[in-house]
């Protein structure tokens, strides 16, 4: 049935977010020849990671795209439509707006929010995190009239959502938390207790250790109520507990699915069809620790499967050592950074560890314009020296200093590595050269894994 | 005459400046039982990299020191005094408060100001930059008087001491610099345009490829006349051409000296006497990239030599890789960072390179507070596919971004590497993930480099 369509590229990206425009930029970068079109279903994609910031600090939906500029620059055709199903035989995909021939295949389908099986999850006035530009409007008129706001979940998009819904000043927030502190996935406890105080000083109620049962209501979402009995008053509720891949097009042309929910890929990123490619949040991802399956989705992992995937089209040239887990978030003055493993998940997975922590101001001396404190701990693994995890916590410096700790803990250094690492200083822009943190902390660590030798020893 | 040293230590540190002071942490950190005595001649320290901004920001000599509280949190004794002699074979230290023993010495006796042959350069009112807060007090009060103030060398010193005065508003501010631009051995071209730009707009004057024939005045100075006949009105005129080491000391004791002019250190700085290390500004400085003598004098090397050697004093642990030159500088809202290796200098040396550049906002969208417009470049060798330079210049990102470059520099990581880097990324603050700098400059210059590649064989 090949000749039956119209029209056929060298390369099919589906999906138009972070993962599957750069997947598209990294094949015209690669490959300049080739004929490639991404095809989407929506009209205008969202900035993920700046979903929250909608609602407080930027305004509008609109004010928070991806620029169809960037496909526009890199000459990549792009086609709003949705793809109905893979022909992998005849190398074809069917859309909404016909077929499209395919020599190699990229799915990059992103995920959507969960829906946790609470009664009540389907009233009025429920919202799960689309990365839809409608639904974001819609969500945004409902919290013009809401007063009473509970968001379900204290990841980093509860947190990021409280507070910006918080900025409008006259709602009464809170957030509801399984675990025992927000952000223990991805924090230690002393950071989690960091955030967790000033989202209360900022007048945000912070629920842990406490379970939704149902959400209560008549036709409209009325109050959320916990395991235990206690009621909290909502008239609005946001879902904020995670997401799962959508590999229900990969699946049905018989992809192979992992384990953990994701279209299984292998380190180059090929999909069990040796002509699909496959990145981001619709994939199943791999630790860097260990090689288990990961849950964690999130931008800066799908644009590294992307330029893996892109780059590999026509001939293998790039692998994939596993996520790390590096990111970020920010309320107010506030950030926090993470890269590798915390504490506690290190010593989970078996790890016997090192960990120093250093606090001191960004800037030298601390009176100079911008200083923020800043609190940094590095997580070394005792037998190797090496370092596994960091966590930060302090001003606009945590982005870029989350991302040294990153490139230390990718190119595996060891504590002697980091400890005469060569960093640049400067008073309006950094730590001092004595107090950096970095290089502080290794310092510390490595007496504390001397004395860990010695005693194993 | 062991017998008439009234006090022995340990380890004896020469200097209280930021080598010095590492050295002594760092030898307390590893050898916690040693006893170690810092000796320095000034009563109070300046921290090296913020004297500009006392000029401005901070106001006052006494805002702007090294805390002794650093020391004293650390155990470390210190004494005030200078040191006149060493005697290496009954390893004492003569001062002018008597003498005291070692076991071991670290020679951390820093840098002093060049002082041009240039005629009139002695008259009142021309500043070498001393790092001594009597000096500085000096010349702050005589700022007070100034009306034309003339900064011989466009380096950062020269720069930031230019914008730093210029904040008080009533000056009229010139700086001569020999080379064509300022800035120059650390920046290729189109980022010193970008400092020189701003300097002007501020109402800064900049005098490039202009050399200093003569100080002009009576006593004191009143005009710099340079090659070519014009005069600049001047009744204030700053050096910032750069430093000496201070190798007096141990000259005298018979150390060996290096052709740069500085004591000479192995890997391990270790002097000539292997009882006797030396750190920071007072030693030759052997570059990364080929290993000759490097004339770079950063506090961050410093540093990183005070780690090197206060470790090694009981066993060599640690050595040096050569200095790699990472530092930043910044004016008002501009900062520009450099590590590694100028695609000019590169050239220089021999190698063949391929660059790439990426200009966009260090936040998502660009419409986030504290975005500023960025812009980097890479400079990678065509051979090894290895990172060997990095530029940035944008807001206050660009200290911990030049951070991240110079650890993949120290690393060698390849194009490839940096390509795939695992990065963190946040609306409030980083670079989107399409858009981070440094994984699409890899990117993009991992397609020049195949290009390169090609044409050579």
Redesign the interface.
Known sequence: MKNDVAERCDVVVVGGS?AG??AA??VR??YPSKKVLLIRKEEKVP?P??IP?IFG??GSPE????PDA?LETNKIDFRIATVTSIDRAAKTVSTTAGSVGYDRLILATGSSPIRPRIPGVDLEGVFPIEKDVACLHQLQDDLGHAKHIVIIGGGFIGIEFADEINKAGDKKITVVEMAPRCLSLAYDDEFCVDMEELLKSRGIEIRTSSLVEEIEGNGRVRCVRLRGGSKIDADLVILGIGSKANVELGRDAGLRVGDSGGLSVDRTMRTSDPSIFACGDCTEKIS?FGGRPSYLK???????EA??AG?NLFGI??E?DG??G?????VGPL?L???GLTEVAAKELGYQVVCASVEGPNR??G????AAPTKLKLVFEVHSNVLIGGQIRGG?????????V???I??R?TV??I????????????A???A?HI?NAA??A??SLICAEHART
Chains 1, 2 share one sequence.
């Not at 009176?367 to 911008?370: D, I």
């Not at 400890?419 to 950094?430: I, R, V």
Request: net charge neutral; aromatic share 6%.
């Open positions: 972070a425009v750069t930029i990294t970068r690669h900035i990671c700046g910031y600090t930027l004010k928070n795209l991806i960037l860097f999130l931008a800066s992992i799908a644009e590294l330029r893996i780059a040239r790039r994939s996520t790390l590096v990111w970020c978030t920010a950030a950074g993470t890269a030298h001396p009176t100079m314009p911008g606009d410096s945590v982005g870029e200093m989350t991302n040294i990153a490139a230390c990718q190119k250094m002697e590595d400890a005469t690492f060569q960093m640049g200083t400067h008073p309006a822009l950094t001092s050269p004595i950096y290089v310092e510390i490595s007496q």
